[in-house]
């Protein structure tokens, strides 16, 4: 791997615990700065009286942290607040509205609508309601993530319920999120809504939403494993395509630098997003692959 490949440090003090935080990431992942020089990452941490605190970084080209805005939980900023804190001032300073453009493959069976209020990243996501349906609201455990669906009526509205619950916590611990990543879920979402949530199902969710930001990665050791032993595996997954499985993890032998999303660019002539999803989620249950997630870590003192 080539010396720009590598994996790099963005590293902060936080200005109110004084714990040190520490991301490693790919500079790949870190070049849609705005036009001011920025990207945003958010680290959601343990701060002040191990209370929970989100500090939104504004992160320039080279990796440095240039400001930081502390969001405290069930907080929202204002261009107010944010102004009155003597930062470098950041381009979005009040909530940016962001519409999810679905799939071609979202069919909107089940979820008619749904408009996601995002503290952490000061946006408004919304796919715009179509249809009738019934109304879902949600707030997340740290009230930083608000979400309004709306689901139809032949769907159990307990069973949606939950679903958005599992949803709105992993939204509240992504370090990178875009409207694209949302337009997977919702592709994801819609055949699944009337089912039951399932431990499965909750790290699907996961590898969605981080799905620009974790790295799959196998060897030739699970390779090996997984050729020798098919036909027991064969009984413990969905599918019996050996050679779509096959595929995905030869994708990820020795893999560095590859998102999830990388991986299905590669794969989707072969499979749905949503076969996709639960493949990789199967192989990894198994110990055919390792799935990394970018996230801040504390540098503990020593």
């Known amino acids: 791997m080539s010396l720009q490949q590598k994996r790099k440090k963005i590293e902060y003090e936080c200005n109110f615990c004084r714990k040190t935080r520490v991301l490693y990431i790919l500079p790949s992942l870190h070049k849609n700065v705005d ?4 990207i945003e990452y958010v680290d959601v941490h343990q701060c002040r009286n191990e209370l929970i605190t ?50 071609k493959d979202f069919r909107r069976k089940n979820l008619k609508g749904i408009f996601i209020k995002d503290k952490l990243r000061q ?8 249809g009738d349906g019934r109304e879902i609201n949600i707030i997340s455990e740290l009230k930083f993530i608000e979400i309004k669906a709306v ?15 599992q949803i709105a916590s992993i939204l509240e611990a992504i370090v990178l999120l875009d409207n694209e990543m949302l337009a997977f879920l919702i592709t994801y979402l819609d055949p699944k809504l009337p089912s039951l949530t399932s431990g ?55 893999n560095q630098h590859k998102t999830l999303l990388d991986i299905f660019e590669k794969a989707e002539e072969n499979m749905s997003f949503v076969d996709f999803v639960t493949a990789m989620q199967q192989l990894s249950m198994l110990g055919m692959l390792n799935i990394r997630k970018v996230e801040f870590f504390t540098v503990k003192e020593v």
Not at 79 to 100: H, T
């Open 35 to 38: 036009d001011k020089g920025y």
């Open 151 to 165: 689901v139809a009526k032949s769907v159990d509205v307990d069973i949606a319920t939950e679903w958005f619950k």
């Open 200 to 254: 499965d199902t909750i790290i699907e969710i996961d590898y969605i939403l981080h799905a620009k930001s974790s790295f799959p990665k196998s060897t030739l050791k699970s390779f090996a494993i997984f050729r020798r032993q098919w036909k027991k595996i064969s009984e413990d997954v969905e599918s019996k395509d050996f050679s779509v499985y096959e595929k995905l993890i030869t994708y990820c032998i020795g």
């Open 123 to 130: 946006c408004d996501f919304s796919l715009k309601k179509k």
């Open 54 to 103: 989100a500090n939104i970084l504004y992160v320039d080209s080279s990796l440095t942290v240039r400001s930081q805005v502390p969001v405290d939980v069930g907080d929202d900023l204002s261009s107010k607040q944010i102004n009155s804190l003597n930062i470098p001032s950041p381009k979005k300073v009040g909530f940016q509205k962001c519409e999810i453009t679905p799939m």
